[in-house]
């Protein structure tokens, strides 16, 4: 037995989803009748038939939830409802990844895996859910922009070819100058260029044409460097495009998965305060030195 819920993107209580009528197809043609279901406080269902309000949780056989995930629409977004809203769930960047890998294999095998690392802290993510996939690991190689004084906080991304995606909205709420975006973009791109050197050694990474692409990085805050990796390996004709993180923000969850066809994350938190730290009850930076000692050691 597996635990799952659903989410669409913009959903409130009280807006009808279809996908329901997915389950419901999946449990004819299966001839599986062993299905519980769960109302969670603040939900109802429409007309004496449930599931069709988002947040509704079903109880169904593991099998039945990989073959009811065939067809998954842009946008949808798989948790763990069981690590919703909590902290400090995962020991540290490889025990999350082993969590995800882990999670991952429930859902229906995926075909062509190529899986993308964004260093420094997606590289150990991406190398154990590599492992348990038995996918090659590469690496999507992505800077945030950081607002000028600050360490942790970025009004856009530089991604691997130099390419920029900027949050106009955050950049004019913030009041930065055109001088300030230029110089905070020409850093991030020198960093970024030293970067593909220093971790590629020089070394092509593997086309995701045709490939279903599984992203991964330690956890999406305002999920802004991850959307300009999708952006840029969408240009690339991938199969399919799967964020794989171990914990977000809500809010970064919905505007991530609209960008890609599937976003699976263990741990979801609605919180107007988020880190993508208090996840972990080991967290630190990882250095250039670890990550090229992860990457010896991938698929």
């Not at 996908?19 to 999946?26: K, N, Y």
């Not at 990844?97 to 899986?115: C, H, M």
């Not at 609605?270 to 080991?282: E, G, N, P, T, W």
């Amino acid at each position: 037995m597996w635990l799952i819920s659903a989410y669409r993107p913009g959903c409130i209580p009280g807006s009808a989803v279809p996908w329901f009528s997915t389950l419901r197809t999946t449990i004819r043609h299966t001839g599986c009748t062993e299905v519980t279901l769960h109302k969670p406080p603040g939900y109802l269902y429409n007309s004496g038939e449930p599931g069709q309000y988002p947040g509704a949780l079903f109880l169904v056989p593991q099998s039945l939830c990989a073959i009811g995930s065939r067809t998954p629409h842009m946008g949808d977004i798989i948790d763990n409802p069981l690590l919703q809203e909590r902290k400090f769930v995962f020991s540290d960047r490889h025990d999350a990844g082993r969590q995800l890998g882990v999670f991952i294999k429930t859902l229906p095998a995926i075909r062509n895996p190529l899986v993308l690392a964004i260093p420094a802290g997606g590289v150990p993510i991406g190398r154990e859910v590599a492992m348990a996939l038995g996918a090659p690991l590469s690496l999507a190689i992505v800077r945030k922009i950081r607002i000028p004084g600050s360490t942790e906080s970025g009004f856009g991304a530089v991604t691997w070819d130099g390419q920029v995606l900027i949050n106009e909205r955050l950049s004019a709420a913030i009041g930065l100058s055109a001088h300030e975006v230029d110089v905070a973009i020409a850093e991030t791109r020198k960093n970024v260029t030293e970067r593909v050197a220093r971790f590629t050694g020089g070394k092509a990474v593997p086309s995701p044409a045709g490939k279903t692409v599984i992203l991964t990085d330690d956890g999406l805050a305002s999920g802004f460097t991850m959307l300009a990796a999708v952006k840029r390996i969408r240009i690339h004709r991938p199969a399919r495009i799967m964020v794989a993180v171990p914990t977000a923000s809500a809010s970064s969850a919905e505007l991530v998965s609209q960008q890609v066809d599937q976003l699976v994350c263990l741990n979801i938190r609605s919180s107007r305060m988020f880190a993508v730290a208090d996840a972990y009850k080991q967290w630190y930076d990882l250095d250039d030195r670890e990550v090229l000692e992860e990457l010896a050691g991938s698929p």
